[in-house]
């Protein structure tokens, strides 16, 4: 009887074992697999790699992420607070994620660190979640920019979407990487620069 239930225990362990390996391999890990630009030029102006890493949930990585801002800083509310191009790239890495979760992602981000403004963003957050019509796969790059008297630009496998106004919007946006509930906490450090 005894050696029947280690049979089973170890059966088991072995087709968990083998689950995990086939979940690992549609998943590139690393950021050698998204470069990130050192520079980025919004509106006319240079701006400098703040920060990059990586989103990951669980043992998967799921996008790179860079910060881009006009000069370095490390305070984010500076960062969200400035009336200045910024922008924020997005380098899928993970195989493929859903078109639900992206949206669910983005919904949770807002609500988590904006849940105050969410009645006068909603609208603008709808608008957002429109441009994310389909899955999302390995390769895509999506870049959200930032300029002063325009407001949020996306940029989403080089096709630009219609401008979302309000500076408003955009500092929402970035809460969701940079407010007091991230994403990501490592990749919050990331993002600042101070990991």
Sequence with gaps: METRNRKTSFYKLACFLGLALILLAGAPAGAADAKLPGELTVAGQKLILNGSGIRKKFFFSIYSCGLYLPKPEKDPAKVIAADEPKAIIMHMIHSKVSQEKIVKAWNDGFFNNSQEKLDQLKERINTFNSIFNRDLV???????????????????NGELKKP???????????????????????????LLGLD
Excluded: H
């Excluded at 325009?150 to 989403?156: A, L």
């Excluded at 979302?164 to 990331?190: M, V």
């Design 138 to 156: 390995a390769g895509d790059q999506i870049v959200m920019s930032y300029v002063p008297g325009q407001g949020t630009i996306v940029n989403f």
């Design 164 to 190: 979302i106004p309000g500076k408003d919007f955009y500092d929402a946006l970035l809460a969701i990487w940079l407010g007091d509930n991230p994403a990501d906490d490592d990749l919050k450090e990331a």
